[in-house]
């Protein structure tokens, strides 16, 4: 078995990696317990793919499409994860995932004969804070030891030059010496400013890309909103006392990240693979903060760089974007969302589907407080001005339609150029527990249409 590049995990950390040398078949991911197997094609934190020494010159990416092009793939379905900051849990997610879909023998079935998939799975630096666990909440961080805790802070924020160490290390003393303050000390919040400054915090109004639609920086209110949301849900998902204003920095971080990695090395990467392969379908899959690579590889840099042909299908697995990123009027007004007009271009052939569940207060609770520094749980109010699909939909739509999610024995009516809000309370308990057979179906019925 052949161990991938430096700086990548061994085989065995993979599960299964399998390349037969000398054979035209690409480095890939067994899923267990099936015959298939996906790409990984992997991203460093500045958005620069990472060299493999089982790709073409050092890069996966060259490898797919060497090999897509000589087998001619009949669908191409690309998956992006959210909050995982580590290859071993991003391969969890796909192996899960297309696990689900496999199991269901007659969506497959359905796709046409012969069938030939090509899976990608895309991995992106995506920890924003802390230990990240699987399962229900995984926007939790876990406890961990201060400098352990300080370094990976660092990390996340992408940027280890000494400004933002020094500021970094002088927030966590700050907050050593003050553990259990019940207000923030003005030097603390001087450094904060500090730090957001440094590392180029940009905020704007709704209409605003994904990473900078929130509001501006305020470590006060910062710390405020994430105090309100540990009173009223104890283990909050936000909490972190002093350290919370390093959390939304670290949530906006994270956003910016995405969009940079999809408009950028994906965009040209599946432009690309469109180009070799003419005859082919394209799916797009994304989960949380993945919601913002996959629609971003649909616009391309600035949302103004159109792939060279539509993709047949789009699906947003409890998206951590903005509920108004896709619409036509934001709040009532003449402001549009900054993904409507690759919606609307149209940068998707078939259906447009989003998932959303009342049990996933990552999206439903830590969301709004990181991007609004607002406390909403109220899932029957009017709708907010900060909150995300994977709570309430793509919503400023007039042609989106609500619907809740079915059984996997059941089919949709999704139709070409339709948008479906999906209700998953059902059958989505948490943020990351979206490997059920619920949502592997929806993702075939919208790649069937």
């Not at 924003?128 to 660092?154: D, K, R, S, V, W």
Request: hydrophobic share 40%.
């Amino acid at each position: 078995m052949v161990a991938l590049a430096a700086g990548l995990p061994t085989a065995e950390q993979l599960l299964s990696v399998t390349n037969i040398p000398g054979s035209d078949a690409m480095p890939t991911i067994k899923i267990p317990d099936t015959d298939s197997t996906y790409a990984l094609i992997a991203f460093d934190k500045k958005g620069v793919e990472r060299d493999d020494e089982e790709g073409l010159n050092d890069k996966m990416s060259e490898r797919v499409l060497a090999d897509a092009a000589t087998k001619q793939p009949t669908n191409v379905f690309l998956f992006s994860h959210g909050w995982k900051g580590d290859v071993p849990s991003a391969v969890d997610q796909y192996n899960r995932w297309i696990g689900a879909m496999l199991k269901l023998e007659n969506d497959t079935g359905r796709l046409g004969n012969p069938f030939r998939p090509l899976w990608i799975g895309l991995h992106w630096p995506s920890q924003p804070f802390g230990e990240e666990t699987l399962g229900g909440n995984a926007f939790a961080a876990e406890t961990l030891p201060q400098q352990q805790l300080m370094e990976e802070y660092i990390e996340a924020l992408g940027d280890d030059s000494p400004k933002v160490r020094e500021l970094i290390e002088a927030i966590f003393e700050q907050n050593r010496v003050n553990a259990g303050a019940v207000t923030m000390p003005p030097e603390l919040a001087k450094n904060y400013r500090e730090l957001a400054q440094t590392l180029g915090y940009k905020s704007g109004g709704l209409d605003s890309p994904p990473d900078s639609d929130g509001v501006p920086f305020d470590p006060l209110a910062a710390f405020e909103a994430a105090e309100g949301a540990g009173q009223a849900f104890g283990d909050s998902p936000i909490g972190g006392g002093l350290l919370s204003p390093l959390r939304q920095l670290s949530f906006w971080k994270m956003k910016s990240r995405a969009r940079s990695i999809g408009e950028k090395g994906m965009h040209n990467f599946v432009a690309r693979l469109q180009n070799a392969l003419p005859h082919t379908r394209f799916h797009l899959m994304g989960h949380s903060f993945g919601c913002i690579v996959v629609s971003s590889i649909l616009g391309g840099e600035g949302g103004t760089d159109p792939l060279p042909r539509t993709v047949d299908s789009l699906v947003l697995v409890q998206g951590a974007v903005s509920l108004w990123a896709y619409a036509d009027s934001i709040l009532k007004t003449q402001d549009t969302g900054y993904f409507r007009s690759m919606i609307r271009r149209p940068a998707v052939r078939g259906p447009v589907v989003t998932t959303r569940s009342r049990h996933d207060s990552a999206v439903g609770v830590a969301y709004p407080i990181a991007v609004g520094l607002a406390l909403q749980i109220d899932f029957a109010a009017v709708l907010p001005p900060f909150g995300g699909i994977g709570t309430f939909g793509m919503q400023g739509m007039t042609d989106a339609q609500d619907q809740p999610m079915r059984v996997s024995t059941e089919d949709y009516s999704f139709q070409e150029g339709g948008i479906y809000n999906l209700e998953g309370s059902s059958f989505i308990a948490g943020h990351s527990a979206i490997d059920g057979p619920e949502v592997a179906h929806a993702i075939w019925q919208a790649a069937l249409v």
